[in-house]
């Protein structure tokens, strides 16, 4: 834990990526973005005491504008990957995979992409703890209304855009640079760790 980057240098690099991929976006499609939320952090468990370790979530950045043609969409995706690819981190992986058709259709309206309303994919670079997610959100292909419910109740809260591209980054078991002298004494107090 120590040797890994702390939990302000991944904010730092997670604002950076979302910022260069909002950029790439904007200039090869003309989006506008919102950001939505706020940066939250909370302690991960550890089912002995309150772990000064956090989990990270950043604020959403949405697209403006709609996005409801499936081939715009993997465009988007290709172009995420060129900014991906620049900054060492793999390609995106659709967050579907390994799940049951039965469980996909439940997620995202669909087992065939195709229809889905919610494409969503991510990256990383493990086993750095930085997460990357791209979510598109796309009511128009909701048959239940389900999904869009959901997401006008997320408007609602957040005032993010019902439908778009949206980012996020994620971290996980991340160390603020504020608690290291802390998590060191607790090393220190429990060697068996």
Known sequence: MLAERSLEDVQSDGDALMAEIRDRLTERFGYTWKKSGAPATRNERNGYSESPLRQYASEQWTTVQSVRDNARKREIAAVVDEVLSENGMFELN??????????????????????????????????????????????????????????????????EPIEGVQLTVIARRVLSEKDRADFEKRIEDHPWF
Do not use: C, N
């Open 94 to 159: 659709s967050a579907d995979s390994g799940i049951s058709s039965d469980m996909v259709a439940k997620l995202y309206g669909s087992a065939d992409v195709e229809k889905q309303h919610t494409w969503e994919w991510y990256s990383d670079t493990y086993p750095d703890p930085l997460l990357l997610y791209v979510d598109v959100f796309d009511p128009s292909k909701d048959p239940t209304g389900e999904a869009r419910t959901d997401r006008e109740a997320k408007h609602a809260a957040t005032r």
